[in-house]
C-alpha cells in the first residue's frame, strides 16, 4: 500500500507560478511511473505530466514549454512546477504512482489561477 501527500497549492495571479510536491510513502519510490493529473470543476479528470521510471517525461499540450515534472528519488518526492499560470490551469491536482496493476492517487491540491 502507498500513501501520497500533495502540497504546494494555492491561490495565484495569472502569469504567476507555484510548485506542486507529491511525498509518497512506498517501498521502491523510483520503479514507479508518476504523473499529475488535474480535474476542473464539471470536468474530467486528465493527465497533465508523466514520468517513467527511466526519466521519460510527457506533457499535455496545453502546458508544454509552462510546467515541468521532476522527482527526486532519494526523497520519495514527486514535483510540478507550474509556470505562466492562466485561468484555465485552475484545478484539483492529484498525484498518481503506477506500477500496473498497481494505481496510487494522493487526495489532491488546489490549485486557483485568479486576479
Known amino acids: 500500500q502507498a500513501q501520497l501527500v500533495e502540497s504546494g497549492g494555492g491561490l495565484v495571479q495569472p502569469g504567476g507560478s507555484l510548485r506542486l510536491s507529491c511525498a509518497a510513502s512506498?517501498?521502491?519510490?523510483?520503479?514507479?511511473?508518476m504523473g499529475w493529473y488535474r480535474q476542473a470543476p464539471g470536468k474530467q479528470r486528465e493527465l497533465v505530466a508523466r514520468m517513467t521510471s527511466g526519466g521519460s517525461t510527457g506533457y499535455a499540450d496545453s502546458v508544454k514549454g509552462r510546467f515541468t515534472i521532476s522527482r527526486d528519488n532519494s526523497k520519495n518526492t514527486l514535483y510540478l512546477q507550474m509556470n505562466s499560470l492562466n485561468p484555465e490551469d485552475t484545478a484539483v491536482y492529484y498525484c498518481?504512482?503506477?506500477?500496473?496493476?498497481?494505481?496510487?492517487w494522493g487526495q489532491g491540491t488546489q490549485v486557483t489561477v485568479s486576479s
Open positions: 498518481n504512482l503506477q506500477l500496473l496493476p498497481l494505481i496510487y
Open positions: 512506498v517501498k521502491l519510490f523510483s520503479i514507479y511511473t
